[in-house]
């Protein structure tokens, strides 16, 4: 068996980010990855991955689809031998975890910059 280098994983890694960028958020008209919903992509030396995701709210009804569509995307990419998905709350998902792009759109459909009300209402409490 042919072991990826490190090149070859990177490469690899940047056509899944490009796969999770087609996987939108149902309540919130962003991709998941630029939402920030995901927390590491894990390409290893045999082709398999892991990606580390997590949602926006706790008892989000829609958990175990989003895990799917998530798993679905990666498997797509040609070169990935298998994907396994984990759900995690820790660190809790903030608006802060949305990547430039997503904090873009954000501000593009709902007027204001996410981030920056973000750290308003914390400053707040």
């Known amino acids: 068996m042919n072991s990826l280098s490190v090149e070859e994983r990177e490469k690899l890694k940047e056509e899944i980010i490009k796969a999770l960028k087609k996987v939108y958020d149902p309540e919130i008209p962003i991709n998941v990855y630029d939402l920030g919903l995901i927390y590491d992509i894990d390409v290893r030396e045999d082709g398999t991955v892991k990606i580390t995701y997590t949602l926006t709210a ?19 990419v040609k070169g990935v031998k298998d994907v396994e998905v984990e759900l995690t709350w820790e660190p809790p998902w903030t608006p802060e975890k ?11 459909l709902y007027g204001y910059d996410i981030v920056e009300a973000w750290k308003r209402v914390k400053k707040q409490q």
């Open 58 to 76: 706790v008892g989000c009804p829609i958990a175990f689809m989003m895990g799917e569509l998530i798993k679905s995307a990666a498997t797509s």
């Open 98 to 108: 949305m990547t430039e792009e997503g904090r873009k759109i954000f501000k593009e």
